[in-house]
């Protein structure tokens, strides 16, 4: 570097490059990627505003191998044959690093700079399209899907559904449902709709009043096949829900039933649980009636919800009523409903409702998870009833012994002090 600073002299862009091959061929080239860092530095502090291209190539390759070895030594132990070029997975990274910061624009440039030299994969096509996404330039993403078709590459399933939610959380509706038609007339197999694309759909439909165009969807959504899970119920449900329109998620329920897929007890539990969850009670009340009058009996599962959402709302008596329902539709309580009701009672200042529920407990012989036993013997301590406390204690020596019982508080004594240092 001594000779930069001698006056009237500058060093040639030759120079550069050879410098760079030299601290790239040495046996301690690893080591040397520190030395390139600041030499790159060093030409940025001196106006040099561009890096050819066979040099950024040469320090992509230099930083996979020393910053993405841990990718060969995993196929190298798993014999997994490596297709991809070294210095396309550091571009890959770089490219994502740029268009996670809105530098889309920078990162097509480079790019450019570098496709003479490096096929370009799908991943990088994916990452550049998500990134046009990212910022809210559509048409651009669309031009770059349809140059990645056009050079042989089949955009995945997960960049299309992501691209789509992006879409909508942004209110970019119109956007997301013209993507999603592409997805489904140019798109391939691989990159089909799946339940969680048309989910997405779906709820966003609803959110803007465009009922019809839903239940198209939800139509065309069936006809190919592709059925809504569990999961993919909750998140259709929790959406209309959450977006208020509680009328629009029994009317898809309905429409479900018309196609010839009636809701059965687990369609039903996954509603009332968004409804529970987001303390809805006159809504989970009358879904608990139209069950019954369909028909679908109520699981235990169902109870459940009941009683802890009427809690969590300061409710004792809705909890009551609803265990007491549960005696008269005859469904059993279970080991978590006596577990919410007895911790429910305590909360609420019931203390000889729930010594008594405690009492059944022993008389029945249930074994309580662990951490419940302990739970509730620190509420016997602090209201001082030394009978309850021998009774549960001696009820539960049957299922827990006592070498159990020091591991259990002295792993409580370790994350107790865990947090405090954090």
Known sequence: MWAGQKDNYDHEAQAYNDMIDILSSTKYKVKQFRIVCDLLDYMKRHNKRKVPVEV????LKQYTEKHLTYLQKFAKKKKIRVK???????????????????????????????????????????????????????????????????VGHTPDNFTYTTAIDSFCK????????????????????????????????????????????????????????????????????????????VEEAYKFLQEMGNKGYPPDIVTYNCFLKVLCKNKKSDEALKLYGRMIDVGCMPSVQTYNMLISMYFE??????????????????????TDTYCMMIEGLFGCNKVEDACSLLEDVANKGMKLPYTKFDSFLMQLSVIGDLQAIHRLSRHMSRFYNPSMARRFALNQKRRSVSLREH
């Open 56 to 59: 950024l190539i040469t320090i």
């Open 84 to 150: 991809t070029q070294p210095e396309i997975n550091a571009l890959n990274f770089l490219l994502d690093a740029l268009c996670k910061c809105s530098l889309v624009q920078d990162a097509e440039q480079m790019l450019k700079r570098v496709k003479k030299s490096i096929k370009p994969d799908a991943n990088i096509y994916n990452i550049l399209f998500f990134g046009w996404c990212r910022v809210r330039n559509p048409s651009r993403g669309m031009r770059l899907l349809e140059e990645m078709i056009e």
């Open 170 to 245: 942004a209110g970019m509706v119109t956007e997301a449902a013209e993507l999603f038609e592409f997805m489904q007339t140019k798109g391939s197999t691989v990159s089909s709709p799946t339940t969680k694309t048309y989910a997405i759909m779906i709820v966003v439909l609803v959110e803007n009043d465009r009922m019809d165009e839903c239940l198209k969807l939800l139509g065309h959504m069936i006809s190919s096949g592709c059925l809504p899970d569990v999961s993919t119920y909750k998140e259709l449900l929790e959406g209309m829900c959450l977006a208020g329109k």
């Open 313 to 334: 709302m300061g409710d004792p008596d809705g909890a009551f009523e609803t265990w007491h329902e549960m005696d008269k539709r005859g469904c059993a309580q279970d």
